[in-house]
């Protein structure tokens, strides 16, 4: 006949309990480590991007630039601080700009 003490059932079921939590932390490092590649091309595309906004701002603001200091000459202007004729010659050269960007000449199709 077989004996099995209280004791010695419950340190077997704790040694099986433990085996099957290191079994179950194994699949959870398995997803967690698939997840954090997944996580980490999505922050190089994000980077990508960010990026190119940034470079499409700066180059954005050179124009809104040139077009405000292009209108202010054309207030001037009719104050009578300045010629007409080179405040809308500055003006056209701004939309000229603007409409350029617009365009943009990097191979991509731009905005327009």
Same mark, same amino acid.
């Given at each position: 006949?077989?004996?099995?003490?209280?004791?010695?059932?419950?340190?077997?079921?704790?040694?099986?309990?433990?085996?099957?939590?290191?079994?179950?932390?194994?699949?959870?490092?398995?997803?967690?480590?698939?997840?954090?590649?997944?996580?980490?091309?999505?922050?190089?595309?994000? =980077?990508? $991007?960010?990026?190119? +906004?940034?470079?499409?701002?700066?180059?954005?603001?050179?124009?809104? #630039? !040139?077009? *405000? /200091?292009?209108?202010?000459?054309?207030?001037?202007?009719?104050?009578?601080?300045?010629?007409?004729?080179?405040?809308? =010659?500055? $003006?056209?050269?701004? +939309?000229?700009?603007?409409?350029?960007?617009?365009?943009?000449?990097? #191979? !991509?199709? *731009? /905005?327009?």
């Amino acid at each position: 006949m077989i004996t099995i003490d209280v004791k010695d059932m419950l340190v077997c079921l704790a040694l099986v309990a433990l085996i099957v939590l290191l079994i179950l932390l194994c699949v959870v490092a398995k997803h967690l480590i698939t997840t954090v590649k997944e996580l980490n091309r999505v922050l190089d595309d994000t =980077t990508v $991007v960010t990026n190119v +906004v940034q470079e499409r701002t700066t180059q954005i603001n050179g124009a809104v #630039g !040139d077009l *405000g /200091i292009a209108v202010g000459d054309v207030t001037k202007a009719m104050q009578g601080n300045q010629s007409l004729v080179s405040a809308l =010659t500055n $003006v056209g050269k701004a +939309v000229a700009s603007a409409v350029s960007y617009l365009k943009s000449s990097d #191979g !991509d199709d *731009g /905005i327009l």
